[in-house]
């Protein structure tokens, strides 16, 4: 049986195909038919290229149709599909480039000379710039190509895309991503979130990151879920078609920014039924400020690169503030420490097992091997604890616990208590060098009005009653904003790398 994911989505929204899948506000609307007719154009367009199954191609473009359908194209070809961040530098896209050694580079018109030059150097055999608009030439031109309707024959195993990860602790690693990994976790998302084709999903993520590009669009499409397309997320834009959704995937920012903004009304919600977060911790005081204003609880998920979604609060049941739910069907999960499996509510490092979790590292099998156990579980460097039901709450990466004076210091259970103090907007545990303790921690702060900061002794008298002394950062630093990537994550690694020496 062909496990080709573009065929397992057709088949769920082939008797859909006239009504709306992608809307595009103030722009265009597409229906299912439209949308497979233009994955069929992109199909045509790669396979005249001399693109075949297993082929490598990397995609450096703006959130738009052409981006879809080179998306669905690839998948309909078996050709291995590479997204990349539009913010990445030349050196960058020149480390991607030899590490997977594409046949085919797709970037933005406003690129072309650089990109163009750098395939010229490392031999990439075809390279296209493509624009966002109806009038772009190469769309066209992919446009005027004879549709081809192909589904390639893939088993579960074969590769749909490689993600490269943020490479926080060194060189960027390429996660192999099966059809399998990619259609298990849509269908599994599609039940456990009640997905269906009377939902609306308000799309306002990048599609270079797994958030965007599997979890939303994959879902939807898998549903027939009409989806309201936003080049990125605009306040003005994502309240105004809020009103016309009833599903809303987004990054916590976008949380912040809706419950503080004055139009985002009852009006503005009436129709949604669930709002989801991902992709960076959501804190207490954020879900609770908007369970307060709208009366809706966020279901917080839980999902890496190299393994989709791993866990989610239930659809219906109690969404706690501060956990991520529960095992995804199929999916299983365990606490580890010193090689054993910990019992409940003890922190360890979280391991998962399941059909979501990805092939490996392209061309790294040492490092491949070096992040699985014996028995096949995913060692995902996160810090967390299982309770008896079963529900997952994360303290953070092991690479971000500071060993202070001998004791660990989980920095995500100062940040959880620093965010509900009146006054800290956001707060960022890190780690730096002490000349005593050999590392300590220090918070970075985000005040909530320019005109005050709180004193650091009325910190401290809160942080007295709630943890350990050996906890409690030795200085409190306050900036104007955390450094964020595209996915809302705090870069720690900029924050230590600035901050290192500060102690000593």
């Known amino acids: 049986m062909n496990q080709n994911l573009y ?19 103030n722009y265009k609307k597409i229906s299912f038919k439209d949308l497979d007719i233009l994955s069929a154009h992109f199909a045509s367009f790669l396979n005249n290229l001399g693109l075949k199954k297993g082929d490598r191609m990397i995609c450096q473009i703006d959130k738009s149709l052409s981006a879809i359908g080179l998306y669905l194209g690839c998948l309909r070809t078996g050709i291995i599909y590479t997204p990349l961040n539009t913010s990445y530098t030349k050196n960058e896209v020149e480390y991607f480039i030899n590490n997977i050694e594409p046949k085919l580079f797709v970037c933005r018109p406003e690129s072309k000379d650089i990109i163009e030059n750098i395939c010229s150097l490392l031999d ?58 990619l259609s298990s976790n849509a269908l599994a998302l599609r039940e456990i979130w009640g997905f269906t084709s009377e939902d ?41 078609n809020l009103s016309k959704s009833t599903v809303m995937m987004g990054v916590p920012t976008y949380y912040n920014r809706l419950v503080n903004e004055e139009e985002f009304k009852h009006e503005s919600y009436n129709k949604m039924r669930l709002f989801i977060s991902g992709s960076a911790p959501l804190t207490e005081k954020t879900f609770n400020e908007f369970k307060e204003k709208t009366n809706h609880s966020i279901l917080e998920r839980y ?79 996160d810090i967390g604890q299982i309770d008896k039901n079963g529900r997952l709450t994360l303290s953070g990466r092991s690479s971000d616990m500071i060993i202070s004076g001998g004791y660990n210091v989980y920095p995500k259970e100062i940040e959880i208590i620093l965010n509900t103090i009146k006054g800290i907007r956001e707060s960022a545990i890190i780690g730096v060098k002490h000349s005593d303790l050999g590392e300590s921690p220090i918070a970075i702060l985000v005040s909530e009005s320019e005109d005050y900061k709180i004193p650091d002794k009325e910190i401290i008298e809160i942080l007295n009653e709630k943890i350990a002394k050996y906890k409690i950062p030795k200085l409190f630093i306050w900036i104007d904003e955390l450094p964020l990537n595209a996915m809302g994550k705090v870069q720690k690694k900029n924050l230590r790398i600035k901050y290192e020496k500060i102690l000593l």
Request: aromatic fraction near 8%; hydrophobic fraction near 40%; charge should be negative.
């Open 124 to 181: 990439v055999p075809s390279f296209i710039a493509i624009g966002t608009k109806e009038n772009d030439p190469v769309l066209n031109e992919i446009l005027s190509t004879k549709p081809l309707n192909i589904f390639e024959n893939c088993s579960d195993q074969d590769i749909a895309a490689i993600l490269f990860t943020s490479g926080t602790t060194g060189k960027s690693k390429g996660a192999m991503i099966t059809h399998g990994n």
């Open 200 to 240: 609306v999903l308000l799309h306002a993520l990048p599609i270079f990151h797994v958030h965007g590009l599997f979890v939303a669009l994959n879902t939807a499409l898998l549903s027939a879920s009409k989806i309201i397309f936003l080049e990125k997320f605009n306040i003005e834009d994502v309240v105004r």
């Open 7 to 25: 065929e397992i989505l057709y088949k769920n929204f082939k008797s859909d195909l006239d009504r709306t899948c992608l809307e595009i506000p």
């Open 303 to 381: 999902g890496m690169t190299e393994t989709g979604m791993i866990t989610s609060n239930p659809l219906h049941g109690n969404r706690l503030e501060g956990t991520v739910g529960f095992p995804l069907p199929k999916v299983s999960i365990r606490a580890m420490k010193d090689g054993k499996i910990l019992s409940n509510n003890e922190k360890g490092v979280i391991e998962v097992k399941g059909p979501n979790v990805f092939r490996g590292y392209w061309r790294m099998e040492e490092k491949t091997k070096e992040e699985f156990t014996e028995d096949g579980f995913f060692i995902t460097g």
